[in-house]
């Protein structure tokens, strides 16, 4: 996780101190693929910009907990809003919604998770971008069970995420 942090830095005193307009993506219609770097699996997202300052980004993830017969679903929604369009760095804030669901044997139980996040995002060209973000979440679990091993059923949590993203756009 130490990484994580280390990268977002990176990438905020690369914004502020290479602040030029040589390439500027995310214009309004664009769409693009994106990776995300998260704590337990990879996420996909496709990012759409509505405006050249709004982003709407659909995420998916799957992966497989300790037991194999178990899979682990997460779908998720952010909209962000960026500062500074048409330029290379553009900081940003917005909002995640998440929704963890497992599924074992036709059973299933979810968790809510809500939250701000803020960061930015830097283009390396018309194409390509590196974001790093950092997440206030509220998860409501699930009033059965957790999809999350460490969280009690029934009860409300508030939890914090870094997120490195990879971006293609189109």
Partial sequence: MRL????LVFIILLGTVTATNVFAGGNAGQVGIGFTVAESSP?????YWASE????????????LSDPSIIRTNF???LASHSRPAESFRPFFGVGFNYDVATSDGNSVADLYIGPLFGAEYFFSDNFSVSGAYQVAVIITDDVASPSI?????TTYITTAQLLTVQYYF
């Fill in 4 to 7: 994580i942090q280390k990268i």
């Fill in 43 to 47: 996420v996909f997202i496709f990012h």
């Fill in 53 to 64: 300052k709004l982003t709407i980004s659909p995420e998916i993830s799957v992966n497989h």
């Fill in 76 to 78: 998720g929604l952010t």
């Fill in 150 to 154: 460490m969280l009690r059923a029934g």
